[in-house]
């Protein structure tokens, strides 16, 4: 392909592109701040000036005039921003009319398969990833492959011409690696004699989804979704399939724990984090090596600092009470349709593709706020047009919404008598338009210094180069939101704890008066599934918003959307997370711990097995605290640890919890977990037990159904989980 024919790129601007940092004041006047932007995203713009071709970044947030203004000093020339305020399709008619686009002379990138879709209608070269639009313009061919061998031969590939969907690996160095590479990527790897299998993927117009199989499916719903689904291949456990014009919502397999995952491009699979190491409690008098690497950049002379030798527990005047069963079952029933959740009454479904789904992201958000929490709703692409966004609700467009709380921790337990790092962000903060109004520069001139400053060779930096490369020395994290005013800011050393549930519903195993479950207009109370996490983990927020101030480690609280159509909101905040290298301690997530028929045994589960063994193995140990706190308010069951290497859905001995995990690739710890992070899920007595020794197995008979209501529920079991998890988190949070 001639990259001459490419003289233009249109990207939806996403996380896998970059973040905006928008301000507000007082009087609401807007202010960009700066633009974090991806690897990718800055090798697209070399490529792109390298090539003299044009960029059109799409903004779904509500901007004015002189913010777009403002945007231009922070993108390259050749970059238009433009507002994406419309139906796409005919806000790309107004772009090919404006700037006179010729359509076979752009290229359109968007996660979204119904934008792609839209782009490649009118013309457009649509692509999933802005690294696929780099191959294409460098004038590269590009196809979708599965590539079978041993890791550090697909380590080999140059990281350019190979850009992963999903990967599959263990400790014997074989891989699985389904991913877009380049021409010259597929000669690496036949060189390295890699298995190499071309898969028919039309990537303008398709997405690809894994489903899992397990006990219930039948060859009657395998012809039904391979007659609707283009099929790539299968193996044991699974079904690689493509979704074009079908919704993902509606593949038939559905199963006894059935769930497929929507995979996205991700050009951090093949890269290693940092913080994949096996939690351990560290001592409380301790200054992290990260910590210790920020302060040693800083003007020494400046600082004065001593370690607070006491444990940082004891800074902590308020314990925390054991969850009240009373306010979590009011929190299930009024997110899953029994009691009025606003002034508009009650919802009727959390699916993603139902409109109530934005009333629970508004709710959720404003009841975090209402505890004190810094609220984030979370923007990703989906594969749908829905109603409305909290950012601007008048108009429909493909995209779901996260919410994530935040409880700031204090970080390292060191005093800093001239703490740099805030002093910083305050002058940062004061100007929020700081390349239009320079002061900030002479103002942090004079708190560190003539002679650091030429130490640092910093008077030959540029103002945008400069702000940056201070934002970089001082530890203010762009992952951190650090600029808005309002928000605490975590200090040195203090790492990420997730606390997760999922906020969205589904009851796609119902039958509705003869025909299939249709999600934007049926009822899905999902009050087990996962109302009742859903609640908890409000609780839990609830509970900790007494220790604000008082915590080593950061907390956030993250409703995960678009869990029940394909894992899509953990999978991407766990890749944005991955992306910019955010210090991730632990996750535990709460799906379903609700229903217990045996009221009086209340055996729970706790998952932390992965495919790969060295991930496992970094998880285990919060299964095992998870485990000795819940012992400690001795008010639930036994705990079955799930600590497998494979789903064994289906396996004659698939009880045995040393050697199977049914929840591998089932909810949204094994997005983290995927991404390399410690990762677990409690839930309730939930997968099959062992032939006498376990009690009765006691899965939940109403699962995705319309059923899971809350007369189903034992709030009571749910509070004592909630509570293991509350006491649990304490811990990780203080050390």
Known sequence: MDNLSFQNVIVVLDPDFGNLRIIKDEINNIFINDIDLTESSNNLLSILEKNSCKLFLLIRDKLNSSAYEQLRDFLPSFTKAIPFDQHLDILLSEIKSNFSLKSEETIFVSSDRSSRQIASKKGFYSLPHIQAAIMIIENKSIEFVQIIGDRSSVDKIPKEDILPYYIQETDNDACELLAIVSNKGLNKAIYLKLKVQSLKVNLSDEDIVIVNLDNKINEQLIEETTSNYGFLFSDNNKVILTAGKNKIANIPIHGEHGHFINLIPDETLLSKIKFATEFKSTDSDSVSKTTMDILNKWPLKNIKSKIINENISSLLETSLDEINPNLLLDNIKRYSGANDLDSEGKIKSRHCLHSDNLRIVQSLANELKQMGYFVNIWEFQGDEFVPGSPHNPEVDRGTFYNVIAELAGIGDNLLLE????????????????????????????????????????????????????????????????????????????????????????????????????????????????????????????????????????????????????????????????????????????????????????????????????????????????????????????????????????????????????????????????????????????????????????????????????DTEIDESFAADIASAVVSTIKKLAEE
């Open 418 to 709: 001239n703490d740099l790092s805030s002093k910083i962000r305050d002058i940062f903060i004061k100007y929020p338009n700081p390349l239009q109004n320079q002061s900030w520069i002479s103002e942090i001139r004079e708190l560190v210094g003539d002679e650091w400053f030429k130490e640092n060779n910093l008077d030959y930096f540029s103002p945008l180069h400069l702000k940056r490369h201070l934002e970089k020395i001082f530890g203010l994290e762009p992952w951190s939101n650090w600029w808005i005013k309002d928000k605490d800011n975590p200090g040195l050393g203090s790492e990420i704890i997730i606390v997760g549930c999922h906020l969205d519903s589904t009851a796609s195993s119902t039958i509705f008066n003869g025909r299939k479950y249709i999600p934007a207009q049926d009822p899905a109370p999902g009050a087990d599934d996962d109302g009742s996490g859903l609640a908890a983990t409000l609780e839990v927020a609830r509970a900790f918003s007494k220790l604000k101030h008082k915590l080593k480690h950061t907390i956030q609280f993250c409703f995960f959307n678009a869990e029940e159509v394909g894992i899509r909101g953990s999978l991407k905040y766990a890749g944005y997370m991955k992306r910019a290298n955010v210090p991730i301690r632990a996750v535990i997530c709460m799906d379903m711990i609700g229903y217990n028929k045996d009221k009086l045994d209340k055996t729970y589960e706790i998952h932390a097995g992965f495919d790969n063994e060295s991930i496992r193995n970094i998880c285990l140990p919060l299964a095992y605290l998870v485990e000795e706190h819940a012992k400690s308010l001795d008010k639930l069951g036994n705990a079955q640890i799930y600590k497998g290497l494979s789903s064994g859905i289906g396996k004659p001995d698939q009880s045995n919890r040393d050697k199977y995990d049914g929840a591998i690739r089932r909810s949204d710890h094994w997005s983290f977990q995927f991404h390399g992070y410690p990762a677990i899920i409690v839930s309730e007595d939930l997968f099959i037990n062992i032939p006498n020794i376990d009690p009765a197995q006691d899965s939940n008979p109403n699962y995705h159904q319309v059923t899971d209501k």
